[in-house]
């Protein structure tokens, strides 16, 4: 049974396509192209500096919390709320001291089944005075695979992302937004991120 509309999921997949295509050309070293440097020589040398330079980070998931307001106490019942899995990934401190990561990670979605999440992530960090304590903000741009949308064919995704902890181990919040109606969305995944 398809939850989303044949237009509804035409806009949604045009909009992360146009908000992740916004994100590339938006950052300045980017931007900045010249004859022998382009964007996607950008885009490469980014990734191969966090795989090589980046340490490694375990990623443990166990938390999506659905909307009160936004599903029926009936659909709330059939939610799987305990969103257990794991991941890997490499994170980097950059420049500008702020955390840039890639990770692959698997959860159990909502409805108890697989759910395949593939790419980056950018946090600007702030030091809290006079503890080890740090907190981010920042985005996820990624590809994701779900029973339940595109018959697990991977779609785009952008989403928001925060954190709360030291710079090796972090409690971290993404959150979906509500779609449309009742049942659709509004969800906070609570995990961790522990840099090896």
Same mark, same amino acid.
């Given at each position: *049974? ?7 999921? !035409? ?34 040398? !980014? =990734? ?11 990623? =443990? ?31 980097? !401190? ?49 590809? *994701? ?15 928001? =992302? ?15 937004? !509500? ?10 995944? =609570? ?6």
């Amino acid at each position: *049974m398809r939850t989303l509309t044949y237009a509804f999921t !035409r806009r949604l997949l045009l909009g992360n396509l146009l908000f992740l295509t916004a994100i590339v050309f938006s950052n300045s070293a980017m931007a900045q192209e010249s004859d022998e440097f382009s964007w996607w020589q950008s885009v490469k040398n !980014r =990734v191969d500096n966090i795989v090589d330079n980046g340490e490694g980070a375990l990623y =443990v998931s166990g938390l999506a919390h659905h909307g009160r307001h936004t599903y029926t106490a009936e659909k709330l019942a059939q939610l799987n709320e305990h969103a257990w899995g794991l991941g890997y990934g490499k994170t980097l !401190r950059n420049d500008s001291g702020n955390d840039e990561s890639l990770y692959a990670f698997v959860i159990k979605d909502s409805h108890d089944h697989p759910q395949y999440m593939a790419g980056y992530a950018y946090e600007w960090v702030y030091q809290i005075p006079h503890t080890p304590l740090e907190l981010g903000g920042g985005y996820t741009a990624m590809l *994701m695979s779900r029973q339940d949308y595109f018959d697990s064919v991977p779609f785009p995704v952008a989403l928001p =992302v925060a954190s709360i902890g030291t710079k090796r181990v972090k409690l971290m919040f993404s959150y979906v937004p !509500r779609f449309s109606g009742k049942n659709n969305g509004d969800v906070l995944l =609570v995990f961790g991120r522990i840099e090896l």
